[in-house]
């Protein structure tokens, strides 16, 4: 006899539905019925928690018990949060419970040096991927475990922490007991180490490093580091001391792996270019946010790299550095601007550099700009010409806009002409965007699942406007704006695919933070 039709559609997706990887079809999946719901919590592998107090570290491990890579996170760097936001029932379940986890990545949360021995005890010899980013609470005793007890590591992320300094000998316990890391991050966090054992890292990994990034060393004083590490592909990091080194010695001894690809070195100048030039044909990556180089040098540059993806900038990359990288850099995905604490000596992004921008570089993917005038004709040129886009952040940096606000017009020529779009971030003045903006970012942002808002709109109707769209969005982040804490909860309980929302500034005397109570709700 046949087997029944639902036997067999069964029968196919419990063959298919672990090759599914995206969270939100997986989602979907277990919603169907209770079968497919038991055959996602089986062979799920992967988890985001985007709210670590919303479930319970227990919940977490009845649905899904075979989990091999979890993401934790807390608020939004931004958030203004009284009170501590507590890792330790997680690290306490994870190393009890989780016994094929292999990944665990946590992010804006506090971590005692006694998790992360806890932590390390347990689940350190099974770890290949440990990245603890933008927290606070550890120590370099904490380090010191994850180097004495991970020991098969591939990836080890401690990017931007604030982190209490004991000694620096965590370096050499983690170069001691391991020689497969591929990735090694330790950028904006501020710790001492030892130089001798960096290089004795790389000289133990030789055959496996491939990413470097670091907070401090002098070029000239790691120059085994890039020796030994004969696979580097990225390196960020390092400064040179010209102060101490002659003019005829700079470079003695000093040479790039063949194979890099991706180039960040701190307070880079022109002097270093001989060291550089030679690779920036095959550069996928340039991180100037920290170089030490006019614009002229950075637009020499720039003209050299032909193949560039990923490019990372100050503030102080203006217009004419946009119109070199739209007229060079056809194949460019990423573009990232950050606020530097150094004053602004040029002139500042304006309309031109951003068409340029856009009509060269129409691989784009994600632009993240900081401008101090705009118009809405500029942002209808990126409408047109970005077809690819799927993450935009924009931040009106001047009060005194000389173009035509507000900005929706183009705001909604962005949402239609970039249809792929999934992150959108909007950070503007007084009146930069109005309610009818607001509406048109409802009406328009189909694919929308995150939203930023930071001082727009001017009434509660704006929002309610924009509720009546987005039906993907799943978070909402609102500083500076005009909304009363009613129409934010309606908006809430009107908006049923949102997740989590925080709010902080005009909306009230405290900062408010939301998520739906349903645990299946705030998981990826």
Same mark, same amino acid.
Request: aromatic share 10%; with cysteine; glycine share 6%.
């Given at each position: 006899?046949?087997?029944?039709?639902?036997?067999?559609?069964?029968?196919?997706? /419990?063959?298919?539905?672990?090759?599914?990887? $995206? *969270?939100?079809?997986?989602?979907?999946?277990?919603?169907?019925?209770?079968?497919?719901?038991e055959l996602d919590c089986m062979t799920r592998k992967h988890v985001t928690v985007h709210i670590i107090y919303s479930p319970t570290p227990s919940r977490l491990v009845q649905r899904f018990p075979f989990l091999e890579s979890l993401t934790l996170n807390g608020l939004p760097v931004w958030f203004k949060r009284k009170s501590s936001i507590d890792i330790t029932p997680w690290i306490q379940e994870i190393s009890i419970s989780y016994k094929f986890l292999k990944e665990l990545h946590i992010r804006l949360v506090d971590v005692r040096d006694s998790d992360l021995e806890l932590l390390t005890r347990t689940r350190g010899k099974?770890?290949?991927?440990?990245?603890? /980013?933008?927290?606070?609470?550890?120590?370099? $005793? *904490?380090l010191m475990h994850i180097g004495k007890y991970c020991n098969n590591l591939r990836t080890l992320c401690l990017k931007g922490n604030l982190v209490g300094e004991k000694d620096g000998k965590w370096l050499h316990e983690l170069a001691l007991h391991n020689t497969r890391i591929e990735s090694l991050n330790f950028r904006y966090s501020v710790f001492e180490y030892d130089?001798?054992?960096?290089?004795?890292?790389a000289k133990n990994c030789s055959q496996s490093l491939v990413s470097l990034k670091i907070t401090g060393g002098r070029l000239d004083h790691i120059v085994d580091v890039f020796s030994y590490a004969i696979k580097l592909e990225l390196f960020v990091g390092g400064e040179w001391d010209y102060f101490h080194c002659e003019a005829d010695q700079e470079y003695v001894g000093f040479k790039l792996p063949p194979h890099m690809r991706y180039i960040g070195i701190s307070e880079l100048t022109s002097h270093l270019f001989p060291l550089v030039l030679p690779f920036a044909h095959q550069v996928r990556e340039l991180d100037l946010l920290y170089a030490s180089l006019n614009l002229d040098d950075q637009c020499?540059?720039?003209?050299?790299?032909?193949?560039?993806?990923?490019l990372c900038i100050s503030d102080r990359f203006v217009d004419r550095g946009l119109q070199v990288t739209g007229q060079f850099c056809k194949k460019l995905r990423k573009l990232y601007t950050y606020i530097t604490e150094i004053p602004l000596v040029y002139e500042s992004v304006i309309d031109t550099g951003l068409i340029a921008l856009a009509q060269g570089c129409i691989e784009l993917e994600y632009l993240h700009i900081e401008v101090t005038d705009i118009s809405n004709e500029t942002m209808e040129c990126i409408g047109t010409?970005?077809?690819?886009?799927?993450?935009?952040?924009?931040?009106?940096?001047?009060?005194?806009s000389k173009k035509t606000l507000p900005l929706d017009n183009g705001i909604r020529a962005i949402l239609t002409g970039c249809s792929k779009l999934e992150r959108l971030g909007v950070s503007l003045?007084?009146?930069?965007l109005t309610d009818v903006g607001l509406g048109y970012i409802g009406r328009y942002g189909h694919n929308l699942r995150f939203l930023y808002l930071g001082s727009v709109g001017e009434s509660d109707a704006g929002l309610v406007e924009l509720s009546m769209g987005c039906p993907k969005l799943r978070e909402l982040q609102i500083q500076g704006c005009p909304f009363?804490?009613?129409a934010i909860a309606t908006f809430w309980f009107n908006t049923h695919s949102l997740r989590y929302m925080w709010v902080c500034g005009d909306c009230g005397d405290e900062p408010l933070e939301m998520t739906r109570s349903n645990f299946e709700q705030v998981i990826l």
């Amino acid at each position: 006899m046949d087997e029944h039709p639902k036997n067999s559609i069964d029968t196919i997706f /419990s063959c298919v539905i672990p090759y599914i990887n $995206d *969270g939100a079809d997986r989602n979907s999946v277990s919603l169907v019925c209770r079968k497919w719901y038991e055959l996602d919590c089986m062979t799920r592998k992967h988890v985001t928690v985007h709210i670590i107090y919303s479930p319970t570290p227990s919940r977490l491990v009845q649905r899904f018990p075979f989990l091999e890579s979890l993401t934790l996170n807390g608020l939004p760097v931004w958030f203004k949060r009284k009170s501590s936001i507590d890792i330790t029932p997680w690290i306490q379940e994870i190393s009890i419970s989780y016994k094929f986890l292999k990944e665990l990545h946590i992010r804006l949360v506090d971590v005692r040096d006694s998790d992360l021995e806890l932590l390390t005890r347990t689940r350190g010899k099974d770890l290949r991927v440990l990245k603890i /980013s933008k927290c606070k609470g550890l120590s370099t $005793d *904490g380090l010191m475990h994850i180097g004495k007890y991970c020991n098969n590591l591939r990836t080890l992320c401690l990017k931007g922490n604030l982190v209490g300094e004991k000694d620096g000998k965590w370096l050499h316990e983690l170069a001691l007991h391991n020689t497969r890391i591929e990735s090694l991050n330790f950028r904006y966090s501020v710790f001492e180490y030892d130089d001798k054992d960096l290089t004795l890292l790389a000289k133990n990994c030789s055959q496996s490093l491939v990413s470097l990034k670091i907070t401090g060393g002098r070029l000239d004083h790691i120059v085994d580091v890039f020796s030994y590490a004969i696979k580097l592909e990225l390196f960020v990091g390092g400064e040179w001391d010209y102060f101490h080194c002659e003019a005829d010695q700079e470079y003695v001894g000093f040479k790039l792996p063949p194979h890099m690809r991706y180039i960040g070195i701190s307070e880079l100048t022109s002097h270093l270019f001989p060291l550089v030039l030679p690779f920036a044909h095959q550069v996928r990556e340039l991180d100037l946010l920290y170089a030490s180089l006019n614009l002229d040098d950075q637009c020499f540059l720039i003209e050299r790299c032909p193949n560039l993806e990923v490019l990372c900038i100050s503030d102080r990359f203006v217009d004419r550095g946009l119109q070199v990288t739209g007229q060079f850099c056809k194949k460019l995905r990423k573009l990232y601007t950050y606020i530097t604490e150094i004053p602004l000596v040029y002139e500042s992004v304006i309309d031109t550099g951003l068409i340029a921008l856009a009509q060269g570089c129409i691989e784009l993917e994600y632009l993240h700009i900081e401008v101090t005038d705009i118009s809405n004709e500029t942002m209808e040129c990126i409408g047109t010409h970005l077809k690819n886009l799927r993450d935009f952040d924009m931040i009106l940096r001047h009060k005194d806009s000389k173009k035509t606000l507000p900005l929706d017009n183009g705001i909604r020529a962005i949402l239609t002409g970039c249809s792929k779009l999934e992150r959108l971030g909007v950070s503007l003045w007084s009146k930069g965007l109005t309610d009818v903006g607001l509406g048109y970012i409802g009406r328009y942002g189909h694919n929308l699942r995150f939203l930023y808002l930071g001082s727009v709109g001017e009434s509660d109707a704006g929002l309610v406007e924009l509720s009546m769209g987005c039906p993907k969005l799943r978070e909402l982040q609102i500083q500076g704006c005009p909304f009363s804490k009613q129409a934010i909860a309606t908006f809430w309980f009107n908006t049923h695919s949102l997740r989590y929302m925080w709010v902080c500034g005009d909306c009230g005397d405290e900062p408010l933070e939301m998520t739906r109570s349903n645990f299946e709700q705030v998981i990826l």
